[in-house]
């Protein structure tokens, strides 16, 4: 069975134009550019429905804890993630103990 290389080679047999397998190196072109996933991202998106979407999403998240600080930052900006601001009340509950004087038995004299 002949490669889609050698198929597209036949078709333009005789003329200057030839494909190399080399050509298409894809650990060194694909997976090392940025723009590449970000159109698989796009393409991911396009196809996706809202319920689909959130699952999808919850997922790919799942590795969020390996991005270093400024990534995430990024991610949560992008996303318009706003802190919460926590109020604490503490409530310090004070007992005032008296203490008194033993009274002395004053009965028996």
Known sequence: MESSIDLINEMFD??????EDNDFDINDNITNNKFYYI??????????????YYHFLKTILTKFNILDINQKNDIISSLNIKTKEKIVYKD?????????????????Y
């Open 92 to 108: 310090r509950i004070v007992t005032k103990t008296i203490y008194k004087k033993p009274k002395l038995n004053n009965d028996d």
């Open 39 to 52: 159109d698989k991202a796009d393409n991911i998106l396009l196809r996706l429905n809202k319920d689909n």
């Open 14 to 19: 005789g003329s200057s134009f030839q494909i």
